[in-house]
């Protein structure tokens, strides 16, 4: 829950504007809040989804340890370019400096940009073949594969190789995603 902690940010933000600093966007404060609760709540890991694209993207601010990159496709052309190449490029904006980064198999002029972004950053880059759907079988839920789509068991795969870097135990891997649930 987070909306205990709206209460805290909204007092940050008005102590923002009496020392004569900009007010955060919308989108800055939803990452603020879920940041308090994370931290107050004793959050030892968090996934957190940037928010449009990864160089200009808010979440870029924070530090992390492994960055992941889903499929790229033409979402946020107004913002993120009209190409390919210029949406990669503003995705890969997420790569840290010497951290881990795990972006599943896709088409080559993404993975050429992902990958010279990686190099100029000097991180480890792994590219992540998708599993198949055999390979999933243990997620099942009434008897039927929790994820039905391509996207999902494509999503899945990068989790599951994530979690194996962690070195999480397969058994609580498996639960994990066994709870996984499209909302």
Known sequence: ????????????????????????????????????????????????????????????????NIQVITDIGFDHTKSLGTTLRQIASHKAGIIKKKKKVFCIEQKPEVIQVVKLEAKKKN??????????????????NHGALVFRGSAQLRNASLAYDVCLSLHLPIHAIKKGLKSAFIP
């Open 1 to 64: 829950n987070f909306l205990p902690y709206g209460g805290e940010v909204r007092s940050l933000i008005r102590e923002q504007k009496r020392n004569g600093l900009p007010s955060p966007t919308y989108k800055e404060c939803m990452l603020l809040i879920a940041l308090l609760a994370f931290q107050k709540n004793g959050c030892k890991y968090a996934v957190i989804e940037t928010i449009m694209g990864g160089r200009m993207d808010p979440t870029n601010a924070l530090s992390s």
């Open 123 to 140: 991180a480890a880059l792994k590219i992540i073949k998708p599993k198949s759907r055999a390979f999933f079988s243990f997620v099942k």
